[in-house]
């Protein structure tokens, strides 16, 4: 085999047969690429971002849940600071441990509810006892055993109550009948 070299003053032929003007299908062909390369560019940042807000949004789920972990153990110590103000047992010292407690837990959103002449409300109460009693226009909380709590609006622990249910006859007593709460509901289950 012999190799054609070009001799002087020939030009060297190209291994493309065809014109050379291939310019204007390289142009179409480099923005199809880029328009690609950017549409996949955008999909991941894209990508990115909603990924970024899923992490963040998780974080601070699970540090809300965390905090209502270590809140709900603490709820019996609550109940024993409860138990002692009601007995006035809280003297000194401890009422001050008792005072920082409550500052504390109020710090992280912590708040307690339910209490004597509230209206019954499944979602936040648990009725341990029904009583039916004359005078009562709705069910009423009228004996509290147990504080409910709720931390940043969602219940902790529901408040466990006694309650009076309404009656369709009149109290025999009572001097307005559209008076909802007696004076003493309390004594209503004593």
């Known amino acids: 085999m012999t190799e054609d070299f070009p001799t002087e003053g020939e030009a060297p032929q190209s291994p493309v047969s065809?014109?050379?003007d291939d310019a204007p299908e390289t142009d179409v062909d480099l923005s199809a690429a880029v328009a690609e390369l950017t549409g996949d560019l955008q999909r991941?940042?894209?990508?990115?971002v909603n990924y970024k807000r899923r992490v963040d949004r998780d974080r601070d789920v699970a540090r809300q849940r965390g905090i209502e972990?270590?809140?709900a153990d603490l709820l019996p110590v609550l109940d024993g600071i409860d138990g002692a103000k009601?007995?006035?047992e809280l003297t000194g010292g401890t009422k001050l441990i008792a005072d920082e407690f409550a500052k504390v837990t109020a710090k992280y959103g912590l708040e307690a509810y339910g209490a004597v002449g509230d209206e019954f409300d499944p979602q936040i109460h648990e009725a341990?006892?029904?009583v039916q009693v004359p005078g009562y226009s709705v069910t009423t909380c009228t004996q509290v055993f147990q504080t409910g709590y709720r931390l940043g609006g969602r219940v902790i622990r529901p408040a466990?109550?006694?309650?009076t249910d309404p009656?369709?006859?009149p109290a025999e007593d009572s001097p307005d009948p559209d008076d909802s709460i007696p004076d003493d509901p309390g004594s209503?289950?004593?």
């Open 44 to 48: 991941v940042q894209a990508e990115y």
């Open 69 to 71: 972990a270590v809140i």
């Open 18 to 20: 065809g014109p050379v």
């Open 188 to 190: 209503l289950t004593d």
């Open 160 to 163: 466990r109550v006694a309650v």
């Open 167 to 169: 009656t369709e006859e």
């Open 128 to 130: 341990l006892m029904h």
């Open 86 to 88: 009601a007995h006035d």
